[in-house]
């Protein structure tokens, strides 16, 4: 069983929700990564989304862009956000690790280069925001092959149809965009969430993993009551961006940010 | 050619490139304006509603001119120019903002949003929003925000808000990622007008369908003038509007010769240019698979041209596959160049040129001389210098 399927099969049993940060790799420098993963894990985070830094995050708010460009200044690259996996690997071989990105640093390595990194890495899961599963099919295949799963994307505007290919195409889990939107929007409706969270689990025994505009821990707890996990990026990232100077304090607020979160999804309401 | 050219297929692949590589929440919205698309091509009312548009707001058809001063100047081929710089807004890029906004109309869109770079698909988004009555949001990087002013209060005029975009390079690819951010947001009201040859399907197919009126015109106005297939076709590549406007309807006319016109900005070698098809390689950015300026870990590069709608790391998957399969060929002219065929035109025939048409005058002012008199090259004028005329003065150390 791959290490995604068995954390959620683990939460499922404890009766808890996954709490998945995401982080960009190198922001705000290669060194500052690697700690702030094993800080977040004793948190009591359960799955890391690792962004590989892109010249052109043309899904993301200006929060995760300036977090690339930060990581770009310091030649953060594909290539390097995979050292980094590596190097959390030494230490920590449950917590499971999804990179999220862009198509083309995967398409400049080519996919079967690609496949085999992360492979090499123990990496879990990739989530390509600019590969849909129409485009995909050949570096799913390679993924697959490897035993690592492909997370697809849903949108509040995704078809009764859509959800069925993300069900068949899709594993580990499926990451649901809260809201029309760019990462770390301000306009998270629960009502509209839940009402597409009831269609898409009539549609798929995947986990269910929901993100977009989760600002804190309020919001961290009712969405996670609707779905199996929360993402939580831009929230954290600003911690980041306050403290450009200081890292071990943006460091420590984003430990105190995941910790509260925690704490609220896992009170019995 | 034996086989008749059906690119791209149902799912806007040429060959490996186009496609539709974009984040699930604009799926369903593509998918929607493939449909309206594909069905309102096919009604009669539709097109009828175009073709008057054509007629009568943007003032087609353009002529097919005859510059004999400066064919005989250089002494080869004689060249002909197709005027698109006549269009009413002063570009070809109202060709396809009237079709896009027809469409936009036709599918009960309220709000129009549109990526520019020197400002004329700006300008000429703004044109047609105005004339419908649509709230308009033109995206434009900071750095053409200051080089093309003139075109931003135009579109000011018009009644267009202008965001200056200031993210990465803060020019046209970084005006496409924020257009992109807006639809994704404004999904549901609004419809992107996107300006060039780029973009996720159905758009590459789209805007050239658009376009095609300039080389539909072209060969018609061809023959009347020389009663046969020209030799050569000559237009500016930056995303690849108007080259393939001219282009496609003479895709099966095997001894039709079609030279894109890249931006080599400093000059290739320099690294400082905008020209993938000739020194770029082939990746994913804007929806579509096609060459790319991008660096070996797989991120773009910042361009560089003097004209700012060439500046642009990608280019129209189309013109990938046309180069790979041999049909069409690219060829790159430096920004000192495109200024001798700036003042070539200006000057041997009183038709001032826009920076980037001055692409396609400055080497067909290399290719003419190598052709025979009775050979004929056609360039596509894709617009009107009047925009450049600060940059230019600039350039000269004049203060207007």
Redesign the interface.
């Known amino acids: 069983m791959s290490r995604l399927a068995n954390t959620f099969e683990h939460l499922a049993k404890t009766g808890r929700k996954a709490l998945i940060p995401f982080v960009t790799a190198g922001d705000p420098t290669p060194e500052f990564t690697v700690p702030l993963m094993h800080a977040m894990v004793e948190a009591g985070v359960d799955i890391i989304e690792l962004g590989v830094p892109f010249s052109d995050p043309m899904a993301d708010g200006p929060v995760i862009q300036r977090a690339s460009e930060r990581a770009l200044a310091h030649k953060m690259s594909l290539k390097r956000t995979l050292v980094i996996a590596t190097e959390f690997r030494k230490t920590n071989q449950h917590t499971p690790i999804v990179l999220m990105g862009y198509l083309n640093p995967i398409e400049a390595m080519g996919y079967e280069a690609f496949a085999n990194a992360v492979q090499c890495a123990e990496v879990d899961g990739i989530l390509t925001v600019d590969l849909p599963p129409e485009e995909g099919q050949q570096c799913r295949e390679l993924l697959q092959a490897r035993g690592i799963d492909s997370i697809f994307l849903l949108a509040p505007n995704s078809s009764e149809a859509r959800i069925q290919k993300m069900s068949a195409l899709g594993s580990g889990y499926i990451y649901y965009v809260s809201l029309k939107g760019v990462t770390g929007a301000g306009h998270i409706d629960i009502t509209d969430v839940e009402n597409k969270l009831n269609l898409i689990r009539a549609n798929t025994t995947l986990p269910i993993a929901i993100g977009f505009g989760v600002k804190d821990a309020v919001t961290a707890k009712l969405i996670s009551a609707l779905g199996d996990g929360v993402v939580v990026g831009s929230a954290l990232i600003n911690k980041i961006e306050a403290n450009l100077t200081d890292a071990e304090r943006a460091k420590n607020e984003i430990c105190e940010c995941l910790v509260a979160m925690r704490t609220a999804m896992d009170e019995r309401s | 050619m034996t086989e008749k050219y059906t690119m791209p297929d149902n ?1 806007g692949h040429f060959g490996p490139y186009g ?7 604009l ?3 593509l998918q929607e304006l493939n449909d309206a698309y594909q069905h309102y091509l096919e009604d009669p009312d539709f097109i009828a509603e175009l073709d008057a548009d054509l007629q009568y707001y943007v003032g087609r058809p353009s002529p097919l001119y005859h510059a004999e001063r400066w064919s005989k100047a250089l002494g080869g081929a004689q060249i002909y120019l197709k005027r698109e710089d006549l269009n009413h807004t002063g570009s070809h890029k109202i060709n396809n903002t009237v079709g896009q906004a027809l469409l936009a109309k036709r599918m009960g869109k309220t709000r129009i949003i549109a990526e520019t770079g020197a400002g004329q698909h700006g300008v000429a988004t703004a044109t047609v929003a105005a004339r419908l009555g649509l709230e308009c949001v033109v995206y434009m990087g900071a750095v053409d925000v200051a080089r093309q002013s003139l075109n931003v209060y135009r579109m000011k005029l018009l009644g267009a808000t202008v965001v200056a975009v200031e ?2 390079s803060k020019t046209l ?2 005006a496409l ?1 924020e257009a ?2 807006d639809w ?5 009201n609004t419809f992107y007008i996107i300006g060039t040859v780029a973009g996720p399907h159905p758009y590459p197919a789209m805007v050239r369908d658009f376009q095609a009126i300039i080389g539909r015109e072209t060969k018609q106005q061809c023959y009347a003038a020389t009663g046969r297939l020209p030799d050569a076709l000559v237009a500016c590549v930056g995303g690849g509007s108007n080259a393939i406007g001219l282009f496609y309807p003479f895709i099966d006319d095997a001894s039709v010769k079609m030279i894109g016109v890249e931006a080599a900005g400093d000059g290739v070698l320099t690294g400082r240019h905008s020209a993938p098809l000739c020194a770029g390689r ?6 579509n ?1 096609t060459y ?1 300026m ?7 590069i910042e361009t560089h041209s003097i004209s700012a709608g060439l500046d642009y790391p990608g280019v129209g998957p189309e013109h990938a596959w046309l180069k790979d399969i041999g049909r069409a060929h690219y060829v790159n002219i430096t920004d000192e160049e495109a200024l001798t065929g700036f003042y070539a035109l200006t000057r041997m025939e009183g038709i001032i040129p826009a920076l980037e048409s001055s692409h396609a005058m400055a080497y067909t002012m290399k290719l003419a001389p190598t052709m025979k008199q009775d050979e004929t090259i056609i360039i596509n004028l894709s617009g009107r210098g009047d925009k450049d005329m600060q940059t230019m003065a600039k350039r000269e150390g004049i203060e207007l």
């Open positions: 799912r496609g539709m590589f974009v984040a699930e929440t799926i369903p919205a993210s990465g690819k970084d990622n992109l951010r994704v947001t404004n999904v549901d082939p990746g994913v950015l804007h929806g698979r790319l991008a660096d070996d870990d797989g991120e773009i």
